[in-house]
Structure formats: structure tokens, C-alpha cells
């Protein structure tokens, strides 16, 4: 479908051949404003940060749900296992640092830096 798109201004020239050129004219421009608006949303699409995976985890906050028999996490709804250097106890808030496999590697958030204290 996007490969139309990009062919759209090229195909709209045969207007000329077919339409009086005051009917071509504007087709031609209309479909060449649509094309330039269509490829200026897919290059500011490329252009955004990820959204998903394992790069966008990174740096982002979960919730220890479980800690034996493994340590398990919440983020965004989802069950995690996770591993953290150092203890952590359930319903605290952890900052994910990496991600192996299925795995989430964690790091408590200390007190003065979670907004989120109560």
C-alpha cells in the first residue's frame, strides 16, 4: 500500500494526457500535497523513539510483585522474571537496568529519588 503512495504523484501526471488541463491541474496538485503530507508523517514516524521491546524497557519503573521462590516484576501489565543485585521486597518500585532473554535485571529505586513515595 505505502508503495502507491510513493508512486502516486508519478501515476497523477497521466491526468495531463487525459483531463483538460484545468481539471488535471488541480488533481494533480491535490495528490501531490497528500503524497508530500503521507511522506512527511512516515519520516517523523522513523524518527520517534522506540515504543516497544527490549530498548524501550530500559530506564523504566516496575513493581516487585513476588519475591520466592523468584523474583518476579510488573510492568505495564505483564508479569516479569527479574534478577536485582540486591534485596527486594514486593510492592516496591524497581528501575529496570537491562533485559537477558525473558529475564529483567533490576535495581531498587531509593526513597528520595521514587516520585511516586507515598
Same mark, same amino acid.
Given at each position: 500500500?505505502?508503495?502507491?503512495? =510513493?508512486? &502516486?504523484?508519478? @501515476? !497523477?501526471?497521466? +491526468?495531463?494526457?487525459?483531463?483538460?488541463?484545468?481539471? #488535471?491541474?488541480? =488533481?494533480? &496538485?491535490?495528490? @501531490? !500535497?497528500?503524497? +508530500?503530507?503521507?511522506?512527511?508523517?512516515?519520516?517523523? #514516524?522513523?524518527?520517534?523513539?522506540?515504543?516497544?521491546?527490549?530498548?524501550?524497557?530500559?530506564?523504566?519503573?516496575?513493581?516487585?510483585? #513476588?519475591?520466592?521462590?523468584?523474583?518476579?516484576?510488573?510492568?505495564?501489565?505483564?508479569?516479569?522474571?527479574?534478577?536485582?543485585?540486591?534485596?527486594?521486597?514486593?510492592?516496591?518500585?524497581?528501575?529496570?537496568?537491562?533485559?537477558?532473554?525473558?529475564?529483567?535485571?533490576?535495581?531498587?529505586?531509593?526513597?528520595?529519588?521514587?516520585?511516586?513515595?507515598?
Amino acid at each position: 500500500m505505502h508503495h502507491i503512495l =510513493l508512486l &502516486l504523484p508519478i @501515476l !497523477a501526471i497521466l +491526468l495531463f494526457f487525459f483531463l483538460p488541463l484545468a481539471w #488535471a491541474l488541480p =488533481l494533480f &496538485l491535490a495528490t @501531490l !500535497a497528500l503524497s +508530500l503530507l503521507a511522506y512527511g508523517k512516515a519520516i517523523r #514516524a522513523q524518527r520517534q523513539r522506540v515504543r516497544s521491546g527490549r530498548e524501550q524497557m530500559v530506564g523504566e519503573r516496575a513493581v516487585v510483585e #513476588a519475591e520466592s521462590p523468584f523474583l518476579q516484576v510488573e510492568y505495564r501489565g505483564e508479569i516479569w522474571s527479574a534478577r536485582s543485585p540486591v534485596p527486594v521486597s514486593a510492592g516496591e518500585s524497581v528501575i529496570i537496568t537491562g533485559v537477558d532473554g525473558l529475564t529483567l535485571q533490576v535495581t531498587p529505586v531509593h526513597p528520595a529519588d521514587d516520585p511516586d513515595a507515598r
